[in-house]
């Protein structure tokens, strides 16, 4: 993509998606995350009433006074996007490509974070880490992680989510908000999804196309996989093919809304030809 055009479309996207963030989702993402996270701000004398559970003993034994610790909540968090650029992304039978939506919802939560004067960074990945761009403030720099969001090439066409989530557990040294933004095309990642969901607060958006979901009767197709290139010959006018086909992509489906709810993960399923702003609004309103 030329300099000149990728500029066109980050602004593009950097007005539409803002005008989204301040009419629909920044009173909601305010409510939703702020006081999640407390911090240190001083000792001070013993009240009758006060949590014995804060009293700071060292000070105590210091002063031959009880002290207790005051917290305040941190009004500054930092958010974390975990963007799944792996080649299954790329399928899209509508207007728009996963990987379409997948920017354009990024662009929307960056754009609420930074209007709320929080921290916002980036991990985009496939089934390695392709890039990180740490927490931090400001437009310009969520402009440069919309400009990645639209130029980045990933090296690597599979999906390892695992790897993802013990990246993010690694850099983040304080309790964040971490949205995992991918199709979820990947095995055996439970336990570092849980694992990852209690050292942080873990949001995940399913990005799904329709085409994917139930399969159509289109005679003889060669389908290809976007992430191995295997290459398959399949009979779609068999209604036997198409009826295994289907309760595949529902048994797949079902066990992964069960592991999300198991782990105390909030979700919520995306799909390239409707609009985002009512399930992502419902996000937000839901609570944690």
Avoid at 25 to 47: I, Q
Avoid at 199 to 218: G, P, V
Avoid at 224 to 243: H, M, P, Y
Wanted: charged share 25%; no cysteine.
């Amino acid at each position: 993509m030329e300099t000149k055009e990728l500029l066109k479309k980050v602004r593009a996207i950097e007005i539409r998606t803002k005008q989204i963030s301040m009419q629909m989702f920044s009173g909601n993402y305010h409510s939703k995350f702020k006081g999640r996270g407390m911090s240190f701000r001083e000792n001070r004398e013993y009240y009758s009433g006060d949590d014995i559970r804060s009293i700071n003993w060292n000070v105590t034994a210091k002063m031959n006074t009880p002290y207790t610790k005051v917290f305040e909540e941190e009004r500054e968090l930092n958010a974390l996007l975990l963007v799944d650029i792996s080649s299954s992304n790329l399928i899209g039978s509508g207007k728009q490509t996963k990987r379409d939506l997948i920017t354009e919802i990024s662009a929307v939560l960056s754009m609420s974070a930074i209007q709320n004067k929080d921290k916002i960074g980036v991990l985009f990945f496939s089934d390695v880490i392709e890039k990180y761009i740490p927490p931090a403030g400001g437009k310009s720099h969520v402009l440069k992680i919309i400009r990645d969001l639209v130029h980045l090439s990933p090296v690597s066409k599979k999906t390892d989510i695992n790897q993802a989530l013990i990246y993010a557990n690694r850099m983040l040294k304080k309790r964040s908000i971490i949205f995992l933004i991918s199709d979820f095309k990947a095995d055996n990642y439970s336990d570092n999804l849980k694992r990852t969901n209690l050292k942080h607060s873990l949001t995940a958006i399913q990005i799904i196309d329709k085409r994917e979901t139930q399969m159509s009767d289109l005679g003889l197709v060669q389908l290809k996989d976007a992430e191995s290139g295997k290459l398959k010959w399949v009979n779609t006018s068999s209604s036997l093919t198409r009826k295994k086909y289907n309760s595949l992509m529902t048994e797949r489906q079902d066990g992964l809304e069960k592991m999300f709810l198991k782990n105390g993960i909030n979700t919520t399923q995306i799909y390239t030809d409707l609009p985002y702003i009512r399930p992502l609004t419902a996000l937000f309103q839901r609570g944690k």
